[in-house]
């Protein structure tokens, strides 16, 4: 069984520069999550959708940061424009369902840097 | 909101030692706890999780984990640690129905040969 992908795996910009991220979770899982995990803590939720509907982008900074999963299979999230805090590792995760007892199946990160 | 401590950020074990991370967390209700590892460049490995039932559970790797409700505790501990167990540790608690699983900052674990 494929795992969680996701590219690029790692990304350079400039401050104030625009990226985006791709992630392609594993077949037939209804749910999508990306996280932010910035050296030395633990990854922190961004946004949750199940299909291709958000349900959690409560600590999302929307002024900056946007994402898509349009089909309900793969999604991609943004961040326009870049700041040097945002320097982190992108992690994309699926599960069967939203449920809590549903395992989470992480993909390998984009590590970001912005300088 | 649910939230995880991990107190120890580095942790040095001898090969072949025994091994106790700690976690402690903080949540309401009965919640659903996980311990997941990350190998240096690699994504999160799910290692054992709890929702019910026996507080004692197994997981991969020859790790097993304690659920302790009076001390708000889910200790990860294994008997023999091996060179490649070195990575980073998080635990983490999951509540409600939209899975909503926060982490803690992680255990760094060497091993020493």
């Known amino acids: 069984e494929a795992g969680v992908a996701q590219s690029p795996r790692y990304k350079i910009i400039e401050k104030r520069q625009s990226v985006a991220f791709w992630c392609n979770p594993i077949?037939?899982?209804?749910?999508l999550y990306w996280y932010q995990q910035i050296l030395g803590q633990g990854p922190k939720l961004l946004i949750q959708?199940?299909?291709?509907?958000?349900?959690?982008d409560s600590q999302l900074p929307k002024d900056r940061f946007s994402a898509e999963r349009l089909k309900g299979v793969d999604s991609t999230l943004k961040i326009q424009p870049a700041k040097l805090e945002d320097s982190a590792v992108y992690l994309c995760?699926?599960?069967?369902?939203?449920?809590?007892?549903?395992?989470?199946?992480f993909g390998p990160g984009t590590r970001l840097t912005v300088l | 909101a649910q939230s995880v401590t991990q107190p120890d950020i580095h942790i040095t074990v001898s090969e072949g030692a025994s091994l106790e991370l700690r976690c402690n967390y903080s949540y309401g209700a009965t919640p659903y706890l996980f311990w997941y590892v990350q190998s240096p460049g690699q994504g999160l490995q799910l290692l054992l999780k709890y929702f019910s039932g026996d507080t004692l559970v197994q997981g991969i790797k020859g790790f097993e984990a304690e659920f302790k409700r009076s001390q708000s505790s889910f200790n990860l501990r294994k008997p023999s640690v091996h060179w490649s167990d070195a990575a980073e540790y998080f635990c983490a608690v999951g509540a409600g129905n939209n899975n909503d699983m926060r982490f803690g900052a992680g255990t760094r674990l060497t091993v020493k040969p």
């Open positions: 959708f199940q299909n291709n509907g958000v349900v959690d």
């Open positions: 077949s037939g899982h209804a749910t």
């Open positions: 995760a699926s599960s069967l369902t939203g449920a809590s007892y549903n395992e989470q199946f």
